[in-house]
């Protein structure tokens, strides 16, 4: 396993759309590996693949529930309800700002042995979802965020 190199805003890639996984391979399986080790050393919890340089529609996310998320070719099928809070990107670093997402989200997508999940989340969960698959379509939080970003700091005091 290794830590990658987080991709920040103005690189070209995180503004692209990623293609499909077709089959799980040893790199794929790595790549996974990869992307939760680098997104714990960042202090995230989720990353999407275009924010390690990589075109592909996967997403990993950790919100401290026990769990620990793959998912691969993901598809939002439901979304309910309304959240607004402060949101960060370990691609735009020190900055944060308010976004409304779902407030519950049900999406389809396959697990890391290439079967067919369908997950529910809820709150941060929920946000998470959103937040990755956006990147996986080209999008930033920043895209959304209402009012000015905010430098992180400033917003800890």
């Known amino acids: 396993m290794a830590i990658r190199q987080i991709r920040v805003i103005g690189d070209e890639i995180l503004r692209k759309e990623c293609k499909p996984v077709t089959e799980m391979t040893d790199r794929t399986r790595e790549l996974i590996e990869d992307m939760f080790e680098t997104m714990y050393e960042a202090g995230g919890v989720g990353l999407a693949a275009p924010q390690v340089g990589i075109r592909r529609q996967i997403v990993v996310i950790d919100v401290e529930d026990g769990n620990q998320y793959v998912l691969i070719n993901p598809e939002i099928i439901e979304m309910e309800g309304s ?54 379509k080209g999008e930033l939080y920043v895209d959304l965020v209402e009012g000015e970003l905010m430098d992180v700091q400033a917003e800890e005091e």
């Open 83 to 136: 959240q607004t809070g402060s949101e960060g990107c370990l691609s735009v670093p020190g900055k944060s700002g308010q976004v409304t997402r779902p407030n519950k989200v049900k999406v389809k997508a396959l697990d890391e042995n290439m079967e067919e999940i369908v997950l529910e989340g809820e709150e941060l969960l929920a946000r998470a979802i959103c937040h990755e698959c956006d990147h996986l």
